[in-house]
């Protein structure tokens, strides 16, 4: 079984800092596929990166890019020049080699401050 | 217009009830999917569809069921409504062709059972 664990409920950033948000997964297949997915206070669900287990180089998306330690199973987002548009909640999510499922974590809640 | 459209968008019944929730996509994917969100708990699978004529039970099926009436259209219905499945119902769809097999995700349904 996939499990997603996102261990910070809600977090505080200073407009223009940057931020992280911590992702650690469980899985015993060696072949997955990790995604980050913004859900705005408007409630739909936005696919913002995604990172292969078999990538070799950290998956990068305009300000979002992505922190993968596969030794550690950690897939941790990072957005930068944070905005207040990214106020938000962030999930993490993980679908298995030949499953299009996706497993969510229970998300981090973001809060830009200016 | 939306790719993924859900109807009814809020819905308030009773216990007792039967309701369907529609989901409707223009984006010509085959896979299509239904989720359930509750706080703290992040996006649970109830169904999913990998073409017109394959439905598959989620992690959370029980009191849910489905109907896959086209490629376009995924119905979920509540039989007999409970309480505790007052939630947020997302519908997604994806492609599996696509690089990343990401899921795109529709509006979202406010469901309430009283």
């Known amino acids: 079984a996939q499990k997603i664990t996102q261990t910070q409920p809600g977090m505080f950033v200073q407009e223009k800092e940057a931020v992280t948000l911590d992702c650690t997964y469980d899985t015993s297949d060696p072949s997955y596929g990790l995604f980050w997915y913004k859900q705005p206070s408007s409630g739909e669900m936005i696919f913002l990166i995604y990172?292969?287990?078999?990538?070799?180089q950290n998956a990068t998306e305009g300000r979002y890019s992505l922190n993968f330690q596969k030794a550690r199973k950690s897939a941790n987002l990072v957005i930068s020049a944070s905005q207040l548009g990214d106020s938000a909640m962030y999930f993490c999510a993980m679908r298995g080699p030949n499953d299009y499922k996706l497993s969510f974590g229970a998300g981090t809640t973001v809060t830009v401050r200016a | 217009d939306a790719d993924v459209t859900q109807t009814p968008r809020n819905r308030i019944t009773k216990t007792g009830k039967r309701i369907m929730l529609e989901c409707s996509q223009t984006?010509?994917?085959?896979?299509m999917y239904w989720y359930r969100q509750d706080p703290g708990l992040g996006l649970r699978l109830i169904y999913y569809s990998f073409d017109v004529k394959d439905i598959n039970k989620g992690e959370i099926s029980d009191g849910y069921s489905v109907s896959r009436q086209a490629q376009a259209k995924f119905s979920l219905s509540l039989e007999s409504a409970i309480p505790n499945q007052t939630a947020l119902y997302f519908c997604?769809?994806?492609?599996?062709?696509?690089?990343?097999?990401?899921?795109?995700f529709g509006p979202g349904t406010r469901l309430t059972v009283l």
């Open positions: 984006k010509g994917h085959d896979r």
């Open positions: 997604a769809t994806s492609d599996e062709d696509s690089i990343y097999n990401e899921q795109f």
């Open positions: 990172q292969g287990s078999y990538d070799q």
